[in-house]
């Protein structure tokens, strides 16, 4: 949790309701977490692609199918509901080089 990329307000919010990738990359104020923020576009969406992948977010789907929208899942409700403290703590330079190394190698 403490490896997540943007901050616990993004994750309520995604939660509420079903957000773009243009509305959180305009708000980085409100959903960056520490100095690291996507340097770009294609970087903010890879981090949205990640949390699909580990089963914290998912894409909305209305009646045509898929949209550019992202939500929380049942899973990222779980872990936001009863890990919201680690969220709020740093990651450190063991659990940066963990994250690193899973995202390049996830098997």
């Known amino acids: 949790m403490r490896c997540l990329p943007f901050s616990a307000a993004l994750y309520r919010e995604l939660q509420r309701q079903g957000l773009d990738a243009d509305t959180i990359w305009q708000d980085k ?6 100095p690291t923020w996507p340097r770009d576009g294609e970087h903010l969406e890879d981090d949205l692609r990640w949390l699909i992948t580990v ?10 199918g898929l949209t550019s929208r992202f939500r929380l899942t049942p899973l990222g409700r779980d872990l936001l509901e009863a890990r919201q403290a680690e969220l709020l703590q740093p990651p450190g330079w063991n659990d940066r080089l963990r994250q690193a190394l899973r995202r390049r190698w996830p098997f």
């Open 29 to 34: 104020s409100r959903f960056g977490r520490g």
């Open 55 to 64: 089963g914290v977010l998912r894409r909305e789907v209305d009646g045509q």
